[in-house]
Nanobody
Protein backbone atom coordinates (compact mmCIF):
# COMPACT_ATOMS: atom_id res chain seq x y z
CA UNK A 1 0.00 0.00 0.00
CA UNK A 2 1.01 3.57 -0.67
CA UNK A 3 -0.65 6.41 1.19
CA UNK A 4 -0.69 9.77 -0.55
CA UNK A 5 -1.53 13.14 0.98
CA UNK A 6 -1.74 16.33 -1.04
CA UNK A 7 -1.16 19.82 0.30
CA UNK A 8 -0.61 23.34 -0.94
CA UNK A 9 -3.94 24.12 -2.52
CA UNK A 10 -5.73 27.39 -1.99
CA UNK A 11 -7.14 30.54 -3.54
CA UNK A 12 -4.98 32.47 -5.98
CA UNK A 13 -5.57 35.21 -8.51
CA UNK A 14 -5.28 34.54 -12.20
CA UNK A 15 -1.68 34.85 -13.28
CA UNK A 16 -0.42 33.76 -9.90
CA UNK A 17 1.40 30.65 -8.76
CA UNK A 18 0.87 27.75 -6.38
CA UNK A 19 2.99 24.78 -5.46
CA UNK A 20 1.26 21.52 -4.63
CA UNK A 21 3.00 18.78 -2.75
CA UNK A 22 2.23 15.09 -2.46
CA UNK A 23 3.67 13.21 0.51
CA UNK A 24 3.90 9.44 0.19
CA UNK A 25 4.15 6.77 2.85
CA UNK A 26 4.26 3.04 2.63
CA UNK A 27 6.09 1.07 0.01
CA UNK A 28 9.24 2.25 -1.68
CA UNK A 29 8.33 5.58 -3.19
CA UNK A 30 11.05 5.46 -5.80
CA UNK A 31 9.46 2.41 -7.44
CA UNK A 32 6.43 4.39 -8.54
CA UNK A 33 5.52 6.75 -11.32
CA UNK A 34 3.83 9.78 -9.78
CA UNK A 35 1.05 11.64 -11.47
CA UNK A 36 -1.18 14.63 -10.91
CA UNK A 37 -4.78 14.76 -12.06
CA UNK A 38 -7.50 17.34 -11.59
CA UNK A 39 -11.26 17.38 -11.52
CA UNK A 40 -13.36 20.48 -12.01
CA UNK A 41 -17.00 20.56 -10.83
CA UNK A 42 -19.22 18.52 -13.11
CA UNK A 43 -16.30 17.26 -15.17
CA UNK A 44 -14.24 14.12 -15.41
CA UNK A 45 -10.90 13.71 -13.72
CA UNK A 46 -8.21 14.71 -16.18
CA UNK A 47 -4.51 14.00 -16.42
CA UNK A 48 -2.22 16.94 -15.64
CA UNK A 49 1.35 15.67 -15.37
CA UNK A 50 3.45 12.64 -14.51
CA UNK A 51 7.05 11.88 -13.66
CA UNK A 52 9.07 8.69 -13.85
CA UNK A 53 10.71 7.13 -10.80
CA UNK A 54 14.11 8.54 -11.77
CA UNK A 55 12.77 11.97 -12.79
CA UNK A 56 14.30 11.38 -16.22
CA UNK A 57 10.93 11.53 -17.94
CA UNK A 58 8.06 13.93 -17.46
CA UNK A 59 4.84 14.30 -19.38
CA UNK A 60 2.27 17.07 -19.38
CA UNK A 61 -1.21 17.68 -20.62
CA UNK A 62 -1.20 20.23 -23.43
CA UNK A 63 -3.32 22.56 -21.35
CA UNK A 64 -0.58 22.98 -18.73
CA UNK A 65 2.57 22.54 -20.76
CA UNK A 66 4.95 25.44 -20.22
CA UNK A 67 3.11 26.59 -17.11
CA UNK A 68 3.28 23.62 -14.74
CA UNK A 69 6.34 21.66 -13.64
CA UNK A 70 6.31 18.30 -11.92
CA UNK A 71 9.20 17.18 -9.77
CA UNK A 72 9.96 14.58 -7.12
CA UNK A 73 12.37 14.00 -4.28
CA UNK A 74 12.76 10.29 -3.61
CA UNK A 75 14.74 10.96 -0.45
CA UNK A 76 11.81 12.91 1.00
CA UNK A 77 9.08 10.79 -0.59
CA UNK A 78 7.45 13.81 -2.16
CA UNK A 79 6.20 14.80 -5.58
CA UNK A 80 5.47 18.44 -6.29
CA UNK A 81 3.55 20.34 -8.91
CA UNK A 82 4.65 23.92 -9.46
CA UNK A 83 1.85 25.85 -11.14
CA UNK A 84 2.58 29.21 -12.71
CA UNK A 85 0.53 31.61 -14.81
CA UNK A 86 -2.64 30.13 -13.41
CA UNK A 87 -5.84 30.51 -15.40
CA UNK A 88 -9.45 30.47 -14.27
CA UNK A 89 -9.85 27.12 -15.97
CA UNK A 90 -7.18 25.62 -13.71
CA UNK A 91 -9.70 25.69 -10.88
CA UNK A 92 -10.22 22.11 -9.73
CA UNK A 93 -9.49 19.56 -7.07
CA UNK A 94 -5.99 18.27 -7.70
CA UNK A 95 -5.15 14.66 -6.97
CA UNK A 96 -1.84 12.90 -6.59
CA UNK A 97 -1.59 9.34 -7.86
CA UNK A 98 0.98 6.55 -8.04
CA UNK A 99 1.52 3.49 -10.18
CA UNK A 100 4.21 0.99 -10.97
CA UNK A 101 5.39 0.81 -14.55
CA UNK A 102 5.65 3.52 -17.13
CA UNK A 103 4.05 6.91 -17.44
CA UNK A 104 0.43 6.77 -18.56
CA UNK A 105 -2.29 9.38 -18.71
CA UNK A 106 -5.27 7.11 -17.99
CA UNK A 107 -6.50 7.52 -14.45
CA UNK A 108 -7.75 3.96 -14.14
CA UNK A 109 -4.20 2.71 -14.55
CA UNK A 110 -3.03 4.40 -11.36
CA UNK A 111 -3.18 2.24 -8.27
CA UNK A 112 -3.05 4.72 -5.40
CA UNK A 113 -4.70 8.08 -4.90
CA UNK A 114 -4.71 10.91 -2.45
CA UNK A 115 -7.86 12.68 -1.33
CA UNK A 116 -7.15 15.82 -3.28
CA UNK A 117 -6.51 19.48 -2.61
CA UNK A 118 -8.65 22.35 -3.89
CA UNK A 119 -7.16 24.97 -6.16
CA UNK A 120 -9.32 27.98 -6.91
CA UNK A 121 -8.20 30.63 -9.35
CA UNK A 122 -10.06 33.93 -9.16
CA UNK A 123 -10.24 36.83 -11.59
Amino acid sequence: QVQLVESGGGLVQAGGSLRLSCAAAGRTFSNYVMGWFRQAPGKERDFVAAISWSSSTTYYANSVKGRFTISRDNAKNTADLQMNSLLLEDTAVYYCAARRGGIVTTMTLYDYWGRGTQVTVSS
